[in-house]
């Protein structure tokens, strides 16, 4: 069965984006340490060093998902990966219309205006037998709200922002009870990994 895994870093106080949209302190954990792990594109040209912890789990992580999910807002804030998520797999994006210029020839980026649901449906059957990884802050409020998450994996980072865009701000379906995590501990970050029991 194909999961649908929400991925995000955030800030130990909830934020993924500082008030300016700015990422780089919730992302400074991808480059805190001294073991490359390259992305799996050839033409990212995308490396990360990082603990040995967080290079196992990145690993991992980058062997799971076969699709990524995400919102126009973090693809354009991505420059649309150039056409290729540094993951080398399929992106879907949702949202309410196409951008100019795309798609665009040789692009793995592929847009869905119909809704979250056809989204979630488009990506697992690209995904096969491996997970779809779900971006964007409310992309993962989407899914969490429409029962199409099964798990919740944030990088949680050893940050405060004290403002800017949270995670969890608009939860339709709150309080949502999650299994126990499963915890991995880097440096600058600590992996937790939340099971979403099905209401």
Not at 5 to 23: E, F, K, P, Q, T
Not at 50 to 55: E, T
Not at 161 to 182: E, K, Q, W, Y
Request: charged share 15%; aromatic share 8%; proline share 5%.
């Amino acid at each position: 069965m194909t999961n649908v895994v929400a991925i995000m870093s955030m800030s130990l106080d909830g934020y993924v984006a500082d008030a300016n949209d700015g990422v780089a302190e919730v992302f400074d954990w991808y480059f805190s340490g001294d073991v490359e792990v390259s992305t799996a594109s050839t033409t990212s040209g995308m490396t990360f060093h990082v603990s040995a912890p967080s290079a196992d789990h990145l690993t991992r992580l980058q062997a799971e998902v076969g699709a990524m999910l995400t919102g126009r807002r973090t693809f354009e804030r991505a420059d649309g990966w150039g056409g290729q998520h540094p993951w080398d797999v399929p992106a879907f994006v949702v949202t309410h219309d196409v951008p100019d210029g795309w798609p665009r020839p040789g692009s793995t980026v592929q847009f869905v205006t119909d809704g979250i649901v056809s989204a979630v449906a488009r990506a697992k059957s690209a995904a096969g037998p491996r997970s779809v990884g779900v971006h964007g802050g409310k992309t993962i409020q989407q899914c969490l709200d429409a029962g199409l998450l099964d798990e919740i994996h944030i990088d949680l980072a050893a940050v405060l922002l004290g403002s800017g865009v949270r995670l969890f701000d608009h939860i339709a379906s709150a309080p949502m009870v999650l299994g126990n995590p499963t915890v991995v501990a880097g440096a600058g970050v600590t992996h937790l990994r939340y099971p979403v029991h099905a209401s």
